[in-house]
């Protein structure tokens, strides 16, 4: 089972069958009893399980699985496998399914007896194979979005997640950064978004005045003018203009708040906009702040205004977190926002903006007046080379130390 063999079989199925003929030649291959995928949910508190060869009892739901106090939780976590041994001849390998620290889902098989580092590596390899199996497959197919919706949605819910990346999570070298929205009971329009280019990391967060469809379609016009702009090579301003005109022209004299970021990847400079919206977080050395730049306004206002480009002071273990105003709502008033980003510092930004959303989401009992969007950025700097997640790199011994998914030490 090369990694060549296994997208090679992969691609010969239909998309929807992909993850099956994996998990056959896993099952063929090792001896295993079952095989199965569990691809996490919109919201990274479950998953649900896909593409199942064999059938073996793991008393867990055949459908969604919360992975709050989990095995399954701990490996999405740690980014490392378990390796479980179940008695009378059975062991069970849990192991992620990570692109550049997007958290796709989890690879799980029973076998016989407990894997020797070679089978180990084999395993890590068809986990690192099957992310990629993914990302090419899902487009073709709405088997993957299924998996990620453990409640139906919404209209406007439906249109939001569709402006949102299709990774939430992402690695380089001098960054990683991560996103996370919880939407409310009634959609309140937030979005973010990011991009790398050869030079330069993009970034934004916007908010849609208003709820449910007028707020998600507010969010695309400023969503869509907003990358329509960047992919035809325009600088932070103009993207800002253009956001603003497209809102103003066709919003029906709704507004969009934001903040957009550009950071080189040569010499590490930052450009920021900021168009009414909440002012980010900076935490250094284990002190929390906010940044206070200047506030311009919101995209599709009437009146004449502009949009000045600032740089942020960003230094290489510095985290950024930026944050929509349904972080600050009146319910989360005894949360507070600062002391969790540090009591999470540890943690990989994909974890740490999946804390924080559950954090507000538990303040208020399970229901939002607003959304609530989190973006966490580490900067490591250009002089940096860090990786957080390289999937297929330290499956062979699922007993080494386990990883939080941060490399550098002492923030």
């Not at 095995?71 to 740690?78: A, E, N």
């Not at 969503?223 to 103003?248: M, S």
Request: proline share 5%; with cysteine; aromatic share 4%.
């Amino acid at each position: 089972m090369t990694l060549a063999g296994t997208l090679e079989a992969a691609e010969a199925a239909a998309p929807v069958e992909s993850l099956d003929v994996v998990a056959r030649m896993l099952r063929e291959h090792l001896g295993a009893g079952s095989v199965s995928f569990l691809i996490t949910d919109f919201t990274g508190g479950s998953v649900v399980r896909l593409g199942t060869a064999g059938s073996v009892d793991t008393d867990e739901p055949a459908r969604r699985i919360a992975l709050r106090g989990t095995v399954y939780d701990d490996v999405i976590r740690t980014q490392r496998p378990s390796v479980e041994d179940r008695g009378e001849g059975t062991a069970r390998i849990v192991a992620p399914v990570t692109n550049r620290g997007d958290a796709i889902g989890l690879l799980e098989l029973f076998l016989p007896a407990a894997p020797d580092p070679a089978m180990m590596r084999e395993i890590g390899e068809t986990a690192h194979a099957l992310a990629y199996i993914v990302i090419a497959n899902r487009s073709f197919t709405d088997v993957y979005q299924w998996g990620r919706r453990t409640s139906p949605l919404s209209l406007a819910a439906e249109i939001q997640h569709r402006l949102l990346p299709a990774s939430l999570a992402c690695e380089a070298a001098q960054f990683a950064v991560a996103g996370a929205l919880e939407p409310a009971d009634h959609v309140g329009g937030d979005t973010f978004d990011y991009v790398i280019d050869r030079d330069t990391v993009q970034l934004s967060v916007t908010d849609a005045m208003g709820h449910d469809v007028d707020a998600a379609l507010l969010a695309t016009l400023a969503v869509g003018a907003l990358r329509r702009a960047r992919r035809a090579g325009a600088d932070l301003a103009e993207q800002a203009r253009q956001a603003d005109r497209a809102v103003h022209e066709h919003g029906r004299h709704g507004y969009v708040t934001g903040q957009l970021l550009r950071i080189s990847l040569i010499d590490g400079k930052s450009e920021f906009i900021n168009a009414g919206h909440p002012w980010p977080l900076r935490m250094r050395n284990g002190q929390v702040g906010e940044i206070t730049p200047k506030v311009d306004m919101p995209f599709g206002f009437h009146t004449p205004h502009l949009y000045r480009v600032q740089s942020l002071d960003l230094e290489p273990r510095d985290r950024l977190v930026m944050v929509t105003d349904g972080m600050l709502e009146r319910n989360a008033g005894g949360l507070d926002l600062s002391d969790l980003i540090v009591r999470t510092r540890d943690l990989h930004p994909r974890e740490a903006a999946r804390t924080l959303i559950a954090a507000i989401v538990d303040a208020g009992h399970g229901h939002l007046q607003d959304d609530a969007t989190v973006m966490c950025l580490d900067w490591h700097g250009v002089a940096h080379s860090e990786r957080d997640a390289d999937t297929g790199a330290d499956l062979t011994d699922a007993s080494a130390p386990a990883r939080t998914g941060r490399t550098t030490p002492g923030r």
